[in-house]
């Protein structure tokens, strides 16, 4: 399957690449090796960002298909600007109410990053309790309330979050078998 999200390192890579290529091309010869690299590199910058930012989000993801936002999106910072005129969570209670759904939006972010709103109660039930283990959180939204919360049931994934919910499940009773050793070893004493 094609990467859709190329790291800098092989944009370097292909870039070096391509240079070398291109260097036995008439148009590089005039230029030094450094120099020739460096419209490469800022070539497949470009071209890349183009891909990110357009071709992608547009016309391959899967996603593209869910009904999204009324207003049309910018090139590079999608709905971004929307968001910060009238608040995130007035805009997405806008687009609930006036989208026709079926409890999933999808509007852009910055530089196009997709986004998933969950919007009805049915689609929450389904993504919190039914299959809460297909569907994870942004990683950057659980290191930034972890900070407040700790890594707790709520944050947790996985393994992790079935032993934690194992815990809390059979935490009163142990509490209660303990409280009754501690009652039976002093009511001895």
Sequence with gaps: MLSTRLSLSNTILISMLVAFIVRKTTFFLSLNASSGALIIFLLISAARM????????NHLSPLRHL???PDKPTLFMGHFFRMLEAGPGNVLRSWANSVPNDGIIRYLDFFNLERVVVVSPAALA??????????EKP???RKGISRILGMGLFLAEGDVHKVSRLDCL?????????AEDVYRSRGSI
């Design 50 to 57: 183009y891909w990110l930012c357009y071709i992608y989000p």
């Design 170 to 178: 059979f935490l009163p009773v142990r509490l209660i078998t303990d």
């Design 126 to 135: 389904e993504v919190l309790v039914h299959k809460c283990y297909d569907f």
């Design 67 to 69: 009904p999204r936002p």
């Design 139 to 141: 990683p950057q939204l």
